[in-house]
Structures are given as C-alpha cells and as structure tokens.
C-alpha cells in the first residue's frame, strides 16, 4: 500500500467541510488546471488516501478509509471508498470512479 500519489496528472485536494476536522474529503484534479475535477469528491470521518493495486492490474486503486486509528470517543461511522482509475477517451485526462463503498468496522461511539 503506497501513501504516495502514483498518477503523475493528478492532485488529490483535501478538504474540510464541516465545521471541525473530523470529516475530510478529497477530489481528484488535473495538476496543471486545478479546475478541472477527474472524478467525484469522496469523504468520511477522519479519511485517509492511500494507493493499492487491489485488483492485480499493475494500476493503483485509489482508498479514501476513515482513520480507524483516531478513537475520540466520538460518535463514528467507519467508511472506505475506492475508485478506479481508467482514461477519459475524448479528452486523453485520467479518470476515477467511485467502484466500491463500504463501512468497515462497527459504526458507534469509541471502539467500544
């Protein structure tokens, strides 16, 4: 697993929603127009990006996780995310889609 952005094109903007840092986001974006969004923002409680090739295609997926590390006693619901890169045929960017959504862990307060 890379924490390492792969995809050379590409930045991956984070961001912060919510009133506090608790929900975090991030869209991937062309690097020389940050304008130009390549897939949908995802977010979850406390998220991570990490690189993996999952599948075994030699392409990294793209996990957008809750940190499930950060135990605040908060009420929480653990979540992963992963797209996929492919090419947008018509425009030669590189694209993600959102392929799997999941909560992960036991949604509550804490671990407990």
């Known amino acids: 697993m890379l924490d390492r952005n792969p995809f050379e094109d590409v930045t991956w903007i984070k961001d912060y929603p919510g009133a506090n840092n608790r929900y975090v986001t991030y869209t991937p974006v062309s690097k020389k127009d940050n304008s130009v ?49 492919s090419e947008n045929g018509k425009s030669g960017l590189p694209k993600f889609e959102l392929i799997s959504s999941e909560q992960i862990g036991k949604a509550g307060f804490g671990n407990g």
């Open 37 to 85: 969004q390549l897939g949908p923002t995802i977010g979850a409680d406390f998220a991570t990006l990490k690189f993996e090739d999952i599948d075994q295609d030699g392409v990294q997926e793209i996990i957008i996780e809750t940190d499930i590390e950060i135990d605040l006693g908060e009420y929480r619901n653990p979540e992963r995310h992963i797209l996929k890169y």
